[in-house]
Structure formats: C-alpha cells, structure tokens
C-alpha cells in the first residue's frame, strides 16, 4: 500500500507485483490483498532467481519485486545487487521479506542490498510467538523517499518526550485499531536490547552454522538439494536416497542398491512417533512446489540448538531413513503414537500392525536417539563415513 501510494502521488498507475516462485505463499497472499497481480519469476537449477526471466518480466506495469534473502530454498540471493539495479532501471521498487532475517542480523543489512521496502518479522528473528502461539507483529521500514506514506501513527519525540503523531496528510493511514499488537514489539525490543549488536550478529552465525552442520551429517542419505553451504535452512531430497552397499548392507543385509519408497510426507509424519517436530515440506506449509522440490523437506534448526540436541535429532533423521527401507509400510502409515493418525486407503497393507510394536512406539520402547540393536529393537543406524564434518 505504501508503494502504491509513493506511485500515485507521482501519478503512475502500477499494478503487478513481481515474486519469486521459492517465496512463502504469504507474499502473493498479501500483494493480492493489497490490489496488486502477482506474476512468478522462476528460479535457477541452483535455486537462485533467473535474471533472465526477471528482465523478460520487467515492463512499466510493474510496481515492485518481492524477494526473501535468504530465500526459502535457504540460499543467499548472491546476485541481489543486480537484481536491485535492473529493477530500480525499470522505474520499481525493490520490496524486502524479512522472514529469514535470523541469517543476517548484524552481517548484511537490507538496504545496502537495494531493498526499498522491509517488512519485518519479529517471529523467529525475535523471539516473539509465530501463528497459534499468539499475536503476530511486521513493523515497516522504508527509505527516507517513503517515509511520508508511512501507515499512522507514527512515534515522533519531541519537547515533552515521544508522542503518536497523526497529522501525515500522505499516510496511507491507519492500519490496526489502538496501536497494533504492542506487547509483541515490546518483547521484540526486549530481546534485542538484551542481546545487543554483537549478540544479535552471534545468534545469526549460530543459526547458520546449525543448519550447515545437520545439512552435513544428513547428506549422505538426505542430499542437499541444491548442494554447497546453505544459510539459516537446509533443504533435503528424499527422493535422491540410495541404500549403497558401504551404508545399509552390512547393518541391513541388503543385497542390492535400493530406492527409498516413502515420500517426504511419510518419513515427516514418522519423525512424529520418536518424539521430532517434523520439518517443513517445502514452502513453508504455504507452497508445495512441483518436480523434484516435491518430496524435499526444509529444516531450520535455529540458533538456540546445543550440539547435543541437535546430534539427538540428526540420529532420529537416519534411524526414520533406515526405517524406511526396511519397514516402509509401517512408515507410509505413521504417526503410530498420536490420537489422531493417518487415513489410508482402502485394502491398504500400510494398515496392518506391525510385527513388533516397539518399532511403532520407538520412544516408548527406549529405542530413542541413542538405542542400539536389541532382540527386538530397531537397528544401530549404519555408519557415516569419516570425513563427514560440517
């Protein structure tokens, strides 16, 4: 709204937003609620945007680009300075998604980027509760050509301390009744008051360094989708996985390679029963992407993960993966352990118990992160090989 307020009043008329087809279904979500088309810009077989493809789409109707960077995929946009400048070009503004803004406090900030609008989430970057948890805040920033647009009131400090100032004859005007979710921005303050520059910076390298260390202890049954080092996420293929004789025959007593035969859906739902969030299927639970994106898996371990936890939570990734190729069935049915579970389709064999009801409560039974082979039990996940560091 502010974009096309700063455009109206130079007397333009534009009405497309342009976005990136690895954005959270929220982007085209809100520019669509705010009066604008949506046209999608493809990404590369790398996961970056096609430069290409976002010059083509270029046109004098285009009000601006929306972009995360990071993006969904996980990857820092290493071309967004010329993204910026093709766009400005063109006469659009450059709009900043701060949802992965937890990869970059203290590093890069946006508008040495380009960026001309940002919206901030104070979820996950934060602290602050996201979705069910409670109330959620964006606060807006933008450069100083739009700062007269900016929604009311605007927190001015003059002689008698600060005070809401109204009196902004170009504002796009109110946007929530009494001064919007304040206890939310209040614990966002709190929180970055406590941490300070050199705290926030830290946080960030911590998320990164999380995400690259589970991305390298799962790659070798889990690949990266679009390799090398990620940023705050990962993103992990299923459908790449192959059972190799130095990983899963002597542990397994596998003749042959063999192929997973689960999907992504599947081996999440199963993470369900030892006791693990499951990660998001691509999109962020708002986009399922087509191809070979559609049985991928996001993971985003945050910062505030111990080595500890996060070793607990890789060795139930492989044990699901070992799961998988011995009981798929059993995983294709799961989550085993909860009220609500999955329906099946009629004459399905995924339906019928298994032989040994520990494997479908592992938490329960104590086959848990650190058990080993047991008469009954599930099996030691095999080993990784030895150079797999992160």
Same mark, same amino acid.
């Given at each position: 709204?502010?974009?096309?307020?700063?455009?109206?009043?130079?007397?333009?008329?534009?009405?497309?937003?342009?976005?990136?087809?690895?954005?959270?279904?929220?982007?085209?979500?809100?520019?669509?609620?705010?009066?604008? #088309?949506?046209?999608?810009?493809?990404?590369?077989?790398? *996961? &970056?945007?096609? =430069?290409?493809? &976002?010059? +083509?789409?270029?046109?004098?109707?285009?009000?601006?680009?929306?972009?995360?960077?990071?993006?969904?995929?996980?990857?820092?946009?290493?071309?967004? $300075?010329?993204?910026?400048?093709?766009?400005?070009? /063109?006469?659009?503004?450059?709009?900043?998604?701060?949802? /992965?803004?937890?990869?970059?406090?203290?590093?890069?900030?946006?508008?040495?980027?380009?960026?001309?609008?940002?919206? !901030?989430?104070? @979820?996950?970057?934060?602290?602050?509760?996201?979705?069910?948890?409670?109330?959620?805040?964006?606060?807006?920033?933008?450069?100083?050509?739009?700062?007269?647009?900016?929604?009311?009131?605007?927190?001015?400090? *003059?002689?008698?301390?600060?005070?809401?100032?109204?009196?902004?004859?170009?504002?796009? *005007?109110?946007?929530?009744?009494?001064?919007?979710?304040?206890?939310?921005?209040?614990?966002?303050?709190?929180?970055?008051?406590?941490?300070?520059?050199?705290?926030?910076?830290?946080?960030?390298?911590?998320?990164?360094? /999380?995400?690259?260390?589970?991305?390298? $202890?799962?790659?070798?049954? !889990?690949?990266?989708?679009?390799?090398?080092?990620?940023? @705050?996420?990962?993103?992990?293929?299923?459908?790449?996985?192959?059972?190799?004789?130095?990983?899963?025959?002597?542990?397994?007593?596998?003749?042959?390679?063999?192929?997973?035969?689960?999907?992504?859906?599947?081996?999440?739902?199963? !993470?369900?029963?030892?006791?693990?969030?499951?990660?998001?299927?691509?999109?962020?639970?708002?986009?399922?992407?087509?191809?070979? =994106?559609?049985?991928?898996?996001?993971?985003?371990?945050?910062?505030?993960?111990?080595?500890?936890?996060?070793?607990?939570?890789?060795?139930?990734?492989?044990?699901?993966?070992?799961?998988?190729?011995?009981?798929?069935?059993?995983?294709?049915?799961?989550? @085993?352990? #909860?009220?609500?579970?999955?329906?099946?389709?009629?004459?399905?064999?995924?339906?019928?118990?298994? @032989?040994?009801?520990?494997?479908?409560?592992?938490?329960? +039974? *104590?086959?848990?992160?650190?058990?080993?082979?047991?008469?009954?039990?599930?099996?030691?996940?095999?080993?990784?090989?030895?150079?797999?560091?992160?």
């Amino acid at each position: 709204m502010i974009i096309r307020a700063w455009f109206e009043s130079r007397g333009v008329k534009r009405d497309v937003i342009l976005i990136q087809d690895s954005a959270h279904g929220t982007n085209p979500a809100s520019a669509s609620m705010a009066g604008y #088309r949506c046209e999608m810009i493809r990404t590369t077989p790398e *996961g &970056l945007t096609d =430069l290409d493809a &976002l010059e +083509a789409a270029l046109d004098d109707s285009v009000a601006a680009v929306m972009l995360t960077n990071p993006s969904t995929f996980g990857l820092f946009e290493r071309n967004i $300075r010329e993204i910026a400048e093709r766009v400005h070009a /063109n006469g659009s503004l450059l709009i900043y998604d701060g949802a /992965n803004m937890n990869s970059l406090m203290g590093i890069v900030r946006p508008g040495d980027m380009g960026f001309d609008v940002l919206q !901030l989430n104070t @979820h996950k970057t934060f602290s602050t509760p996201h979705l069910s948890g409670g109330a959620g805040s964006g606060p807006c920033g933008v450069k100083a050509f739009l700062e007269p647009f900016l929604p009311i009131p605007v927190i001015r400090r *003059g002689a008698r301390g600060y005070f809401p100032d109204e009196d902004r004859p170009r504002s796009i *005007g109110r946007m929530k009744s009494f001064y919007g979710h304040v206890g939310i921005l209040v614990r966002a303050y709190c929180y970055i008051l406590t941490c300070g520059p050199q705290g926030l910076r830290t946080a960030s390298e911590n998320a990164v360094l /999380n995400a690259n260390y589970v991305q390298a $202890r799962l790659s070798p049954h !889990l690949p990266a989708v679009f390799g090398g080092r990620c940023m @705050h996420e990962c993103l992990l293929s299923t459908t790449k996985l192959q059972v190799s004789a130095f990983d899963f025959a002597k542990r397994l007593s596998l003749l042959s390679t063999t192929k997973l035969q689960v999907s992504a859906f599947d081996f999440a739902k199963r !993470l369900i029963d030892h006791g693990v969030h499951p990660p998001t299927l691509v999109g962020a639970g708002c986009v399922y992407f087509p191809g070979h =994106l559609r049985d991928a898996m996001l993971v985003e371990p945050t910062e505030t993960e111990t080595l500890e936890s996060l070793d607990r939570m890789i060795e139930k990734f492989l044990r699901v993966a070992r799961e998988a190729l011995e009981h798929p069935e059993m995983v294709r049915a799961a989550p @085993h352990t #909860r009220d609500v579970g999955k329906i099946l389709p009629s004459g399905s064999r995924d339906g019928q118990p298994a @032989h040994d009801q520990s494997l479908r409560h592992p938490e329960q +039974a *104590g086959l848990g992160a650190n058990a080993t082979q047991g008469a009954a039990g599930t099996a030691r996940l095999p080993p990784e090989p030895s150079d797999d560091t992160a």
